[in-house]
């Protein structure tokens, strides 16, 4: 992380936390943890074709499949993700 680039913003109901890469650091960031405390931060992922798949491929097959079950599951593929909404198309 690039620590002057990145910000804080709070308001009443909200906050915010920008982060920035270190200039060296490529690839996109699969997750983040968050807490009041070392010892109980929360897991989150962003939001990606290869998290959407698993968090469906777990919520519609949470116990080993079949492989005909596997053939039934939907194709998820993430289209676009602005600050506004996500784009995800279902085949």
């Known amino acids: 992380l690039v ?24 690839g996109l960031w699969d997750k983040f943890s968050f807490g009041l405390d ?8 962003f939001v990606s074709e290869e998290n959407v798949d ?3 491929g777990t919520a519609f097959c949470p116990s080993p499949c079949s492989q005909s079950a596997l053939e039934c599951q939907p194709l998820i593929e ?3 993700v602005t600050e506004d909404r996500i ?3 279902v085949e």
Do not use: W
Not at 3 to 26: D, F, I, M, R
Not at 38 to 45: D, G
């Open 38 to 45: 070392p010892s109980a931060l929360q897991e989150r992922l």
């Open 78 to 80: 993430v289209l676009d």
């Open 54 to 56: 698993g968090f469906l």
């Open 3 to 26: 620590s002057p680039e990145s910000s804080v913003s709070v308001s009443a109901h909200n906050a915010v936390v920008g982060l920035a890469k270190a200039p060296g650091s490529t």
């Open 87 to 89: 784009q995800i198309r």
